[in-house]
């Protein structure tokens, strides 16, 4: 019996890096540069998601038909540049005919699973042309359904994988199909006990190759985007940002989990698991270099970097009568549960409640989490006052709350600025400030001047 060997290397490229034709070669020849790679997974082209969101939320019939264009003009900018377009050109049409049906079913009848189904198209057309490119450039390529192994639950939006029937099913269908050609797989997009397609929130496509790459037991897993690394912020806030070239597990995941765009949040748990090193590099310009995340990092710094996550709604629940407070919490978190709403950010007094809720990462394109059965249900309980139009500015560092004037260093520089909230202490390792969004971007120059430039 043959033996299969895991690959070395799990490739991921985002949206950017599979844009059109010219990015989509560029990010080919990453692929084929390293014969270590032999599992490629991708996202939509850019703006291909957005675009099925829409869609997704049922338009008129003159807005769908504007959408529909621009998907197809995108995917056929691309199939103009292949040597032998007839091959690939009559799948595309049937999922841009599919997109077409559940786009007017949408107009009828929205739901959270038809829309998972919708937005699923994506991924599904990027990595059928990304196969024809390294097939025309003489590749052994294949293409693999990633829901035939990415069993999830039915939270459609935002999924959560189940991990051993991934496991079990990557080693039975992926792994054997690994040695005879480099395949070419979707991010973001899974399946449910019943069948119905799901997706795993938005930026899902990085822990999709993470969770293939701890299943694979997988040296290394490169995730290819627009940017040379990780950075001290986002250089687009502040342009003096400074690349990390290493940095540990637990700084990145807490960057990713307050808000910095380069990873998806669940990105690293995976990998944190199995003990993959994970590479984040620009498909744009490989001889940058980038950064490398991994277990531990020597002499790490008192603050490593700002995060920033926007689309933060909070929500101030007011006691109702005089009892105990012990009763009260327990009221509240009991309501959220039921209603799936999770919360990072809490702070308390005799009679009130204040939550930080975010809505960043479901596939929705509801800019609020607040939904009418949870008002309702809280309102029964408390009196609710509503504030949106947030944002988190985080910073992250280590062992921050055993350092003396980590307070004076950030608060001093953010006296003209409205705080909304603080969290602090809860976690060593960061501290979390929440503002009015028009105000994140200037507190994030401030700060970042003051503790790294």
Known sequence: MTRIYPPSVVAKFGGTSVADFDAMNRSASIVLA??????VVLSASAGVTNLLVELSEGLETHQQLDKLETLRAIQYNIISRLKQPSVISTEIDNLLNNIRHLAQTATISPSDALSD???????LMSSLLFTEVLRERHAEAGWFDARSVMRTNSNFGCAEPELSTLHHQVETHLLPRLEQAIMVTQGFIGRDAAGHTTTLGRGGSDYTATLLGEALH???VDIWTDVAGIYTTDPRIAPRAKRIDHIS???????????????HPATLLPAMRKSIPVFVGSSKDIAAGGTLVHNTTDNPPRYRALAVRRKQTL???HS???QPSCSFLAQVFTILSHHAVTVDLVTT???????ALDATHATSGEDHVLTTALFTALSSHCRVEVET??????LVGNQLTQATGVCKDVFAWLEEHTVRMICHGASNDNLCILLPADAADSAVKTLHYRLFE
């Open 349 to 355: 007094s005799e009679n009130c409640i204040a939550l």
């Open 218 to 220: 997988a040296a290394r």
């Open 315 to 317: 929500l101030r629940l």
């Open 34 to 39: 390293d014969h270590d790679v032999r599992l």
């Open 117 to 123: 189904e919708l937005v699923s198209h994506g991924e």
């Open 320 to 322: 109702l009568d005089t």
């Open 249 to 263: 597990f637990s700084e990145a995941s807490n960057m990713a989990a307050y808000g910095a765009k380069v990873l």
């Open 389 to 394: 139009g947030l944002a988190l500015v985080t």
